[in-house]
């Protein structure tokens, strides 16, 4: 299958720091990547969707000015977390597929935990 | 708004025994259906895609089937071992992929 690949595995901040994490499509193009937030013993819950070339939508509830998404190439998206918050540590997914449209197989990054202290 | 429910929501068996994991969503206007596996701290990783126009995939001892019109997909997993142990999700995709709460899976030696 496909390889999506997230970076940095795991990062620790300080409170009011920002974190960013990217996420990399090495062997397709991805037009939409997708990220997701991963609470404990809970599932995956859309944050984002990333359009290359262009805003970001964001699903209702997730701000958009505290998780900044670019998707500046094809292959590469990122998420800053701005003035990480202990309640902003999770863990923090993305994937993509290759091609266009919503009828495609989604392959997903291997994750990245932030903790924020 | 689409709702993914799976069943059971953990589920441990001895080494051997063929399982079936149960998804339910209610929103039968989706583009596929898609099951993955997750490993504690890990990402996902996808094991089966069946299409809205196709009834099942199959893949090694993995076999998933989709009934649109009921709103269910079930994965069956045959002969488990314990390197099958982890969290299995099913996720509907729509205008947005949608996660059901996933199974965990234990299978015992």
């Known amino acids: 299958g496909a390889v999506v690949s997230q970076h940095p595995s795991r990062v620790i901040c300080k409170s009011g720091t920002s974190v960013k994490i990217e996420c990399r499509s090495l062997?397709?193009?991805?037009?939409?990547m997708f990220w997701y937030r991963q609470f404990p013993k809970q599932s995956l819950m859309l944050m984002a969707t990333?359009?290359?070339?262009?805003?970001?939508?964001?699903e209702q509830g997730v701000e958009k000015d505290k998780f900044l998404i670019n998707h500046a190439s094809l292959t590469l998206s990122t998420l800053t977390v701005t003035s990480a918050h202990p309640e902003d540590s999770s863990f923090y997914i993305c994937?993509?597929?290759?091609?266009?449209?919503?009828?495609?197989?989604?392959?997903f990054g291997e994750g990245s935990r932030l903790t924020v202290l | 708004k689409q709702e993914v429910t799976q069943i059971p929501a953990a589920l441990s068996v001895p080494e051997g025994e063929n399982l079936v994991l149960n998804c339910s969503f209610t929103?039968?206007?989706?583009?596929?259906l898609q099951w993955f596996r997750q490993d504690p701290g890990k990402g996902l990783t996808s094991l089966l895609l069946?299409?809205?126009?196709?009834r099942e995939q199959t893949s090694g001892r993995l076999n998933a089937s989709l009934d649109k019109s009921s709103g269910r997909s079930t994965l069956y997993i045959a002969a488990s071992q314990p390197g099958d142990s982890a969290t299995y999700l099913c996720?509907?995709?729509?205008?947005?992929?949608?996660f059901g709460e996933g199974t965990q899976l234990t299978v015992n030696p």
């Open positions: 062997d397709f193009q991805a037009t939409t």
């Open positions: 994937s993509a597929q290759p091609g266009q449209g919503h009828t495609g197989e989604l392959f």
């Open positions: 929103d039968s206007a989706i583009y596929n």
């Open positions: 990333s359009n290359e070339g262009s805003k970001a939508t964001y």
């Open positions: 996720g509907a995709s729509g205008s947005r992929l949608t």
């Open positions: 069946i299409q809205s126009s196709q």
